[in-house]
């Protein structure tokens, strides 16, 4: 009798088989998630009360055979509530949390476009396994840059300007009273925005090699009205322009890196004397046994098909990964110069790290 069977045991096998029913479930679901964001049903629901599908259709321009189809696949994944009596969908508080409201602090909408586009660009990933680990961010599908904007702009819109700045030594002073900011590997300048909202006496340099999120963030710093105290450049982290700054960040960014040790050496030399790094990177524990939770599971898969072949196909290529954990980060910090490094704050999603001369 094949080993594999004899011990086979039937119990936990079901609870396997289950687990598994349960996670295809969520993948099969979430290109619905996207549908109901792109064409605002979610939005609709989240404004109206108990609604059948002929109102939710009515209300969005949508196919009522469709709405209830994905009305149904929602109630089955308790995604929405079902009322079989009044045959009404709604959304409940906790779900509207989720799914319904933009300023939410689990508002998750997001990372469900990020998880389209790690299917899309699922093929090239593939083919880097065969070829040298390389995927780059140029190429990627676009909703990977605008997902990845929405999905960390939720943790740094309820972090960010309440509870890591005030965790450094001395920053929020210096932005009260006038500071210059760089950030790099800002994306489409979320976090850049944020903090040049928050102190109107500072001005702000974001930093990212990639085109189109520069331009997507030069447009919303005009939409958000602090265009006139922000700079976006397309430079590399190791060739960006200026100096003399006070506070440089990069957010969930630098593991990213190919040569993260030589970008915190340019980070360094571009630092005032008394300035300060701040590295916001995913949370992670030192060790794989550490990871082995929620928050590792969603981050080593997005680590694999991102964060990994991206750093591999730039110059070093020290692919840190998405859980490189607060020892390695350290080091790559101490490697590029900084002599002062200390956790600074730590959130469900992130660890900040501050680094000084
Ligand atoms: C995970 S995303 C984070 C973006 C942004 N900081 C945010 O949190 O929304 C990493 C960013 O680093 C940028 N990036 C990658 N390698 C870079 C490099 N060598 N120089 C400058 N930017 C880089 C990417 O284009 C991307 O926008």
Redesign the pocket.
Known sequence: MNILVRELNEQKLEVFVTRILDDLGAAMIAPLVRIGDELGLYSALAASGPVTPEELARRTATVERLVREWLSAHAAAGYLDYDATTKRFSMNPEQAMVFGNPDSPVYMLGSFEVCQAVMVDQPKVSRAFRNGGAA??HGRCNCL?SG??R???VS?KAHLVQEWLPALDGVVEKLERGARVA?????????TILMAKAFEQSRFLG????ED?IACARDAAKRDGVAARTEFDV????N?VGGNFDLIC????LH????PVG?ASRILQALAPDGTFMA?EPLAGDRLEDNINPVGRLYYAGSTM??TP??LA?EVGLALGGQAGPARLEAVLREAGFSRVRIAAETPFNIVLEARR
Do not use: E, P, R, W
């Open positions: 780059g961010y840059f990845m904007a999905f960390f702009g740094y950030d790099i590997g800002c994306g489409h300048g979320i976090s930093v990212d090699n990639h999120s430079a590399t982290a190791k960006f990069c957010f969930d960014a990213d890196l190919g040569d970008a916001v991102i964060c991206v750093s730039q």
